[in-house]
């Protein structure tokens, strides 16, 4: 069973920065994409970006564009997310998770993914 662990949230004033990491804890040779979702409280969690493994394909929601960057390191299993002028509305829980097998997913949605990480908490002040 592949566990996905997060690192780098933490407590930063609005137009800071923060680099988030996830790890998966043994290689998954049949990874197909990676990536980041996010749940503030009293909302649903909501894609915020995710890289296909074999194309490097990148997608990012909209409220990211231009300040999230998402990157891999396909020898860890390792995905990304730096996060730059960071605003108080994206206070929330941001979660790994990782799409296995073979097929085209859609690498927006929940659904596609196998396996997800605890979450990491991101708290931006006003």
């Known amino acids: 069973q592949v566990q996905l662990v997060e690192s780098g949230g933490g407590l930063v004033q609005a137009g800071d920065s923060l680099r988030l990491s996830c790890a998966a804890s043994?290689?998954?040779?049949?990874?197909?994409?990676m990536g980041w979702f996010r749940e503030a409280p009293g909302k649903e969690r909501e894609f915020v970006a995710a890289i296909k493994w074999s194309s490097g394909f990148i997608y990012y929601a909209d409220f990211g564009k231009g300040r999230f960057t998402i990157s891999r390191d396909n020898a860890k299993d390792a995905v990304y997310l730096q996060m730059n002028s960071l605003k108080h509305e994206d206070t929330a829980v941001y979660y790994c998770?990782?799409?296995?097998?073979?097929?085209?997913?859609?690498?927006?949605?929940?659904?596609?993914?196998?396996?997800w990480g605890q979450g990491t908490q991101v708290t931006v002040s006003s």
């Open positions: 043994e290689r998954t040779f049949s990874t197909y994409a």
């Open positions: 998770a990782l799409v296995a097998g073979l097929g085209v997913r859609q690498v927006t949605a929940q659904s596609a993914y196998d396996y």
